[in-house]
């Protein structure tokens, strides 16, 4: 997951996160991180097989709401009240 500089989040999937990282970095990754262009790498995870990893992205684009998301990342901490 990478964070912007608009301060938003991309998620995707690589086998290669260095990479990936430069290639967004370059203009050449996603059409989003051409418009938006990622800073930092904010998280994570490996998974043991393409399948995994890309039902794990799916579940954090569609299903995880935007302060889930940043959570996630470390951006933001949980509110206990």
């Known amino acids: 997951m990478l964070l912007t500089e608009r301060d938003t989040l991309y998620c995707g999937y690589t086998d ?9 970095l370059e203009g050449s990754g996603a059409k989003y991180t051409k418009a938006n262009k990622p800073i930092k790498i904010v998280y994570t995870k490996e998974y043991d097989s393409k399948e995994e990893a890309l039902k794990a992205e ?9 302060k889930q998301k940043r959570i996630l990342a470390g951006l933001e901490e949980i509110n206990q009240k």
Do not use: G, N, Q, S
């Not at 290669?16 to 967004?24: L, Y």
């Open 16 to 24: 290669d996160v260095e990479k990936r990282f430069k290639a967004h």
């Open 58 to 66: 799916y579940y954090i684009k569609h299903t995880l709401t935007p």
